[in-house]
């Protein structure tokens, strides 16, 4: 046998270019496994890293309006008295603007913190002729309430409203013989979660101190592991006041 030349027997391997190019398939093929699951794992993250947000229109004297999150518009022509859904955002620090429709003209313009899983419901409140329009940011409650009961939370939206008191009982209950769910509830004011027992309801709203209804809901049903924020506002055209049932848990 010559220097320099090994004879293989046919029981030693052979790497043939056939061989290699299994190996690299073989290879190829574990790369793409690692890699989707790892890009499946970090979108699966993102999808949890979000704030859900709702925007509440109760100007009665502004327009339509556009909310933006760091500049890029999430809602847009959201008109008084309307609720949008609740939206994505992603959660950390955020700024936030609400614009009168297709313009630049900012009259909230602020900054807020959103952490994952929050439900946040954003009210644009105040009168835009009066250069008091202000944001009331409340954080809404998402787990579900004793059996045979619903939540109610009520906000004072109305700014040609006084300070009122709020029943909330049976249809037809005698106001003289009820205490009032929350009383003396000025504007811009708001309550925690309250428990009531499901069913048909009856929610009136009179001037604070007084039995004179200024809001009556007639009957309404609230039914069992229900939350609602339930909104009392100016009214359209030919009613003084009126409320806005928002449901909390569908948005």
Same mark, same amino acid.
């Given at each position: ?14 790497? *043939? ?19 989707? #699951? ?23 004297? !502004?327009?339509?309006? +556009?909310? =933006?999150?760091? +500049? ?7 008109? $008084?008295?309307?609720?949008?859904? $609740? =939206?994505?955002?992603? #959660? ?9 429709? !297709?313009?630049? *003209?900012? %009259? ?20 835009? #002729? ?5 944001? @009331?940011?409340?954080? +809404?409650?998402?787990?579900?309430? !004793? ?16 300070? @009122?008191?709020? $029943? ?9 013989e009820m205490d009032p769910l929350v009383g003396q ?24 101190? *007084?039995?004179?209804?200024? %809001? ?19 009214? #359209? ?8 049932? =928002? ?5």
């Open positions: 046998m010559g220097a320099g030349v090994v004879k293989l027997g046919e029981n030693k391997m052979c790497v *043939t270019s056939n061989n290699l190019l299994r190996l690299f398939a073989l290879l190829g093929a574990i790369f793409f496994v690692i890699l989707g #699951s790892a890009c499946s794992g970090s979108s699966s993250n993102s999808d949890n890293d979000v704030t859900s947000l709702r925007v509440v229109h109760v100007s009665p004297d !502004a327009p339509d309006l +556009d909310t =933006l999150v760091d +500049d890029l518009l999430i809602l847009n022509d959201l008109s $008084y008295s309307e609720a949008s859904s $609740y =939206l994505a955002v992603n #959660s950390g620090n955020r700024g936030i603007k609400v614009n009168l429709a !297709a313009t630049d *003209t900012s %009259i909230i313009n602020t900054d807020a913190t959103f952490s994952s899983g929050q439900h946040i419901t954003l009210y644009v409140t105040g009168r835009l #002729s009066e250069n008091n329009i202000e944001q @009331v940011t409340l954080f +809404d409650r998402t787990d579900i309430p !004793a059996p045979g009961q619903s939540l109610i939370r009520v906000l004072h939206a109305a700014p040609s409203a006084p300070a @009122v008191d709020i $029943y909330v009982g049976a249809p037809g209950d005698s106001l003289s509830l000025p504007y811009r004011a708001f309550t925690g979660y309250e428990g009531v027992f499901a069913g048909a309801k009856q929610i009136r709203v009179t001037i604070a101190g *007084t039995l004179d209804v200024v %809001i009556d809901s007639g009957e309404i049903t609230l039914d069992d592991g229900q939350i609602v924020t339930v909104v009392a506002r100016d009214g #359209s055209v030919g009613a003084p006041f009126e409320l806005l049932i =928002l449901d909390d848990l569908e948005g």
